[in-house]
């Protein structure tokens, strides 16, 4: 049983940038998939990015292509979202989430939340204008 604990949320304003932090349980984090999702109130939960076991292959929905970047140090059992250039819609809360195995592609999909065997318990990403 893999847990995980999300830290780093916060308030930032429009334009600004703010790095989300997920720490693993296990060393078996070093050999699974990690992802960083997000829901708005009344939203679905949709993924944000995802990183495959070694991190040299990373996804990106389109609305944060440019401007999050997803990294994971297997050394220490983390995975990073560094958020830049945050808009309004970027407000949610953000949940780590991984899967028993390695990649993100699936059947030739992306992650969904479905997909993911494990759920932090969210940290909140406020942004002001």
């Known amino acids: 049983q893999v847990q995980l604990v999300e830290s780093g949320g916060g308030l930032v304003q429009t334009g600004g940038s703010l790095r989300v932090s997920c720490a693993a349980s296990?060393?078996?984090?070093?050999?699974?998939?990690m992802a960083w999702f997000r829901q708005a109130p009344g939203e679905e939960r949709e993924l944000v990015a995802a990183i495959n076991w070694n991190g040299d292959n990373t996804y990106y929905t389109d609305s944060v292509k440019g401007r999050f970047t997803i990294s994971r140090d297997n050394a220490n059992f983390t995975v990073y979202l560094q958020m830049n250039s945050l808009k309004l819609e970027d407000m949610a809360v953000y949940y780590c989430?991984?899967?028993?195995?390695?990649?993100?592609?699936?059947?030739?999909?992306?992650?969904?939340?479905?997909?993911?065997?494990?759920w932090g318990k969210g940290t909140l990403v406020a942004v002001s204008s």
């Open positions: 989430a991984a899967r028993n195995g390695p990649g993100i592609v699936i059947r030739g999909r992306p992650l969904v939340k479905n997909d993911m065997d494990y």
């Open positions: 296990e060393r078996t984090f070093i050999h699974i998939a």
